[in-house]
């Protein structure tokens, strides 16, 4: 009997691995690399509206997602510069906003006040 042939190792699958935080990726369609920005959203509904994202330089533009998990309505301020988006988010609903320039965002709930506003948000920043 002859030797056996040595075996091959099998490749591992690069299967991208979800996690909060930052992240950056490619594109290959539109050859832009774009960074994502996420986090979840618990505050107290009718208490302060609470900044989740300030932009410390440059406004970029980005692709904001907004996911409001309970039954209290929403209310996302958007600051772009000089001029201000408000959206409302409704109960158990998801938006999705394309905005040229983002310099904030803030989240205000109104609701009952022994309940609490849960969510998450995605803002997605496009990089030439």
């Known amino acids: 009997m002859g030797a056996a042939a040595p075996r091959r ?69 958007i600051k772009l510069g000089t001029k201000e988006v408000v959206q409302l988010v409704g109960q158990s609903q998801q938006i999705s906003l394309v905005l040229p320039s983002i310099s904030s965002l803030t989240i205000r709930c109104s609701g009952e006040d022994s309940t609490q506003c849960r969510g998450c948000y995605i803002i997605r920043f496009r990089r030439a």
């Open 9 to 77: 190792k099998k490749a591992r699958s690069r299967r991208p691995i979800r996690r909060r935080g930052r992240r950056r990726r490619f594109d290959p369609g539109r050859r832009a690399y774009y960074e994502e920005i996420c986090g979840t959203i618990f505050q107290k509904c009718d208490s302060q509206p609470q900044v989740y994202f300030r932009a410390i330089e440059m406004q970029p533009s980005a692709t904001v997602k907004l996911q409001n998990d309970t039954n209290c309505v929403m209310e996302a301020i």
